[in-house]
């Protein structure tokens, strides 16, 4: 089993920047696909951005692709998303997630560890 406890939301002015962190524990850190998810009020939970076992692999989805960066430091056992040039369309919940195996997924149900969010929120 694997627990993830996120930190790092907040309230910032569009344009903002804001680093989320995710520390786990439980199972062997480096051997976990690692990644974000993001869920604003009325809508589907929407997968924000993932990072390979050994960080070699990120993705990101479509609507933060520029302005988001995943990373993680495997010996601190946490996994970041720095986000940069902030719109109020980023404002939601932010989930971290992970999946034993070393393929990135983009559907909620391909993930079997969750955070249990953080709130992001940025005014216009």
């Known amino acids: 089993q694997v627990q993830l406890v996120e930190s790092g939301g907040g309230l910032v002015q569009a344009g903002g920047s804001l680093r989320l962190s995710c520390a786990a524990s439980?199972?062997?850190?480096?051997?976990?696909?690692l990644g974000w998810f993001r869920q604003a009020p009325g809508k589907e939970r929407e997968f924000v951005a993932a990072i390979s076992w050994a960080g070699g692999s990120t993705y990101y989805g479509d609507s933060v692709k520029g302005r988001f960066t995943i990373s993680r430091d495997n010996a601190r056992n946490t996994v970041f998303l720095q986000m940069n040039s902030l719109k109020p369309e980023d404002t939601a919940v932010y989930y971290c997630?992970?999946?034993?195996?070393?393929?990135?997924?983009?559907?909620?149900?391909?993930?079997?560890?969750w955070g249990q969010g953080t709130q992001v929120t940025v005014s216009s």
């Open positions: 439980g199972r062997t850190f480096s051997r976990i696909t």
């Open positions: 997630a992970g999946r034993p195996t070393s393929r990135i997924g983009v559907r909620r149900d391909e993930w079997e560890y």
